[in-house]
């Protein structure tokens, strides 16, 4: 996932030790995300709307999920009290306004995704939304935005078993309706494939 190892490795300059919050942790970029920043010996703290979903992100080894009802710096903070070294937003919309009061001084937010489907931040002001001393940035998932030597280290860890591809469903060709419903409803967790033969 392209999304995933860009956001972590070139926006949000993941590090060893370092703390991430990932929101929108049940979709496929959010799955390899956590999996990626557990190998690379992260604390992750994943949100999902569903406690039915949990069970994949305990799987996968997270730390601590939170069920996000929209506002969750409360939850966040009361486990990391100056807030998480860094978050990877991929709900997008009005949440990364609380996004950004989960971080710590000096930590980064990086806009991934748009999984609301709101594509912008309705009144947002930089200057009065952004907290002193945190970062706002965005990835964008363009093959240009990813070196080789990610590329490979990411293939590297599929083909050794330390990071598993999370395919919820696979439909057949004939089956896209359903797979566009189940698409919207909101139940996969991880990736839909759709198998043309």
Same mark, same amino acid.
């Given at each position: 996932?392209?999304?995933?190892?860009?956001?972590?490795?070139?926006?949000?300059?993941?590090?060893?030790?370092?703390?991430?919050?990932?929101?929108?942790?049940?979709?496929?970029?959010?799955?390899?995300?956590?999996?990626?920043?557990?190998?690379?010996?992260?604390?992750?703290?994943?949100?999902?709307?569903?406690?039915?979903?949990?069970?994949?992100?305990?799987?996968?080894?997270?730390?601590?999920?939170?069920i996000d009802d929209g506002q969750i710096q409360e939850q966040v903070r009361s486990l990391s009290p /100056? &807030?998480?070294?860094?978050? !990877?937003?991929?709900?997008?919309?009005? #949440?990364?306004? $609380?996004?950004?009061?989960?971080? *710590?001084?000096?930590?980064?937010?990086?806009?991934?995704?748009?999984?609301?489907?709101?594509?912008?931040?309705?009144?947002?002001?930089?200057?009065?939304?952004?907290?002193?001393?945190?970062?706002?940035?965005?990835? /964008? &998932?363009?093959?240009?935005? !990813?070196?080789?030597?990610?590329?490979? #280290?990411?293939? $590297?860890?599929?083909?050794?078993? *330390?990071?598993?591809?999370?395919?919820?469903?696979?439909?057949?060709?004939?089956?896209?309706?359903?797979?566009?419903?189940?698409?919207?409803?909101?139940?996969?967790?991880?990736?839909?494939?759709?198998?043309?033969?």
């Amino acid at each position: 996932k392209r999304q995933a190892n860009g956001s972590l490795e070139q926006s949000l300059a993941l590090e060893a030790n370092d703390t991430l919050l990932i929101r929108g942790g049940t979709s496929s970029v959010g799955i390899t995300a956590a999996q990626l920043a557990k190998n690379k010996g992260c604390k992750v703290y994943s949100t999902t709307r569903s406690l039915a979903k949990a069970d994949v992100l305990s799987q996968i080894g997270v730390d601590e999920i939170i069920i996000d009802d929209g506002q969750i710096q409360e939850q966040v903070r009361s486990l990391s009290p /100056a &807030g998480v070294d860094k978050v !990877l937003e991929l709900v997008g919309g009005n #949440g990364i306004r $609380d996004s950004l009061k989960c971080v *710590r001084e000096g930590g980064i937010v990086c806009q991934t995704g748009y999984l609301s489907n709101q594509w912008r931040i309705d009144g947002f002001s930089p200057l009065g939304e952004i907290p002193s001393g945190v970062y706002l940035t965005s990835y /964008a &998932g363009e093959n240009s935005n !990813l070196p080789p030597n990610l590329l490979q #280290g990411f293939i $590297d860890q599929v083909e050794s078993g *330390r990071l598993k591809l999370q395919i919820d469903k696979v439909f057949q060709f004939d089956q896209i309706v359903e797979a566009h419903t189940y698409m919207e409803s909101n139940k996969a967790s991880g990736k839909l494939v759709v198998r043309v033969e």
